[in-house]
């Protein structure tokens, strides 16, 4: 069976930095894409940075330079560095596995609020 469990979200001023993680069940994560999605408020689920087996990522043009995004294979965990955080940062962070670097898989953990005051 599957899980994903997010951590790391919060509450945090314009301008600063969050950390959040994600552990995976082993069955589903070496050999898979694991990414980030976030969905704000009123608007479609949307992706965020995706990091494949191997090691490449796909990042979403509003949070490149700012959001790094990287995996420990013997942790079976991704880690999504979140810095210079806008309020328009402000959603639902959902961790994702089993889908591509530009699709999302099938499975998926049950989110973590990340809330950018301005």
């Known amino acids: 069976q599957v899980q994903l469990v997010e951590s790391g979200g919060g509450l945090v001023q314009a301008g600063g930095s969050l950390r959040l993680s994600c552990a995976a069940s082993?069955?589903?994560?070496?050999?898979?894409?694991m990414g980030w999605y976030r969905q704000a408020p009123g608007k479609q689920r949307e992706l965020v940075a995706v990091?494949?087996?191997?090691?490449?990522?796909n990042y979403a043009d509003s949070v490149k330079g700012r959001f790094t995004i990287s995996r420990d294979n013997a942790k079976n965990t991704v880690t999504l560095q979140m810095n210079s955080l806008k309020a328009e940062d402000t959603a639902v962070y959902y961790c994702?596995?089993?889908?591509?670097?530009?699709?999302?898989?099938?499975?998926w953990g049950r989110g973590t609020q990340v809330t950018v005051s301005s």
């Open positions: 994702n596995a089993g889908g591509r670097l530009w699709m999302a898989g099938s499975y």
């Open positions: 082993g069955s589903i994560f070496s050999n898979n894409a």
């Open positions: 990091i494949s087996s191997t090691g490449s990522t």
